[in-house]
C-alpha cells in the first residue's frame, strides 16, 4: 500500500545451536508514495461514417467518445456520450464537445459535424428554341444549371452545343453537391437539319433560280 510501513517476525533457526533452538529476524519495507498525476484525461472521438473530402456527410453521423487517464480516476465527464446526428445541420455545422476531469486537470475535445440530406437542382434549357414544327437548322446550345441551398455545389452549371444534324438528339447533366448529393436534367427532342433543299427536274439551261439565296 503507497505510504504504508509494514514489518514482521520470522523465526530464524541458528545452525551453531540444536534444532530447536529458534532466533528471530526482524524487516521493514517502505513502500514509496504513488507519483501525483499531472496529466488531464486523453480525449478521443470516433466518428462513422467520416465526412467527405469537402468535410460534409450526406447520412446519419455517429460519434463516439473515447476518455482515458491511467493515472488517476476520471471524475467527471461532460458531453461524453455516445451520439447520433440524423437530421441536417447548418452550414456551419453542429459543434459536439467532451469535457473531462481527474486528478491532472480537466481537458476538452470538440469536434464539428455538417450533414446535407437534401439532392441539389438541376435545370436544363435550349437555345434556340425550335420551330412549330420542332427542328432547328441551326446550332442548338443546351445549357444547365445546377444548385444548393446547403452544402453548395461542386460545379454551378455545363454548357453543351450541339451541331451535328439528326432527329430525337438530347443531352443530360449531373448535379452534385459538395456532401455528395446528386440530382439528373435532361434536354432531349433536339431536331436539327441544316442542310439546304435541293430542286431537281428545273429545265436545262434555264435561268430558274432558287430564292433566297441562302435557300433557307
Excluded: Y
Excluded at 540444536?18 to 529476524?25: E, H, I
Excluded at 437542382?121 to 445546377?146: D, E, K, Q, Y
Amino acid at each position: 500500500v503507497a505510504g504504508e510501513t509494514l514489518s514482521s517476525n520470522l523465526p530464524l533457526a541458528n545452525p551453531l545451536q540444536g534444532a530447536l533452538n529458534v532466533g528471530f529476524d526482524a524487516f521493514i519495507v517502505k513502500i514509496a508514495d504513488a507519483p501525483p498525476d499531472t496529466t488531464p484525461p486523453a480525449i478521443t472521438a470516433s466518428v462513422s461514417p467520416g465526412a467527405n473530402i469537402n468535410g460534409w456527410n450526406n447520412s446519419p453521423v455517429n460519434v463516439v467518445w473515447t476518455v482515458v487517464d491511467p493515472q488517476s480516476t476520471i471524475t467527471s465527464q461532460t458531453g461524453c456520450g455516445t451520439i447520433t446526428l440524423s437530421t441536417e445541420t447548418t452550414a456551419a455545422g453542429t459543434t459536439l464537445t467532451c469535457t473531462a476531469t481527474s486528478a491532472g486537470g480537466t481537458a476538452s475535445q470538440s469536434m464539428t459535424i455538417r450533414i446535407d440530406l437534401t439532392a441539389p437542382i438541376a435545370l436544363g434549357s435550349r437555345t434556340p428554341g425550335a420551330n412549330a414544327n420542332g427542328w432547328n437548322n441551326t446550332n442548338v446550345v443546351v445549357n444547365f444549371t445546377c444548385s444548393d441551398a446547403l452544402s453548395g455545389v461542386v460545379a454551378a452549371g455545363s454548357s453543351q452545343t450541339i451541331s451535328t444534324e439528326g432527329a430525337g438528339q438530347s443531352r443530360m447533366f449531373v448535379c452534385q453537391d459538395l456532401a455528395g448529393n446528386t440530382a439528373t436534367s435532361m434536354v432531349s427532342g433536339i431536331n436539327i437539319d441544316k442542310t439546304p433543299l435541293t430542286i431537281s427536274g428545273m429545265p436545262s439551261g434555264s435561268s430558274c433560280t432558287l430564292w433566297p439565296p441562302n435557300h433557307k
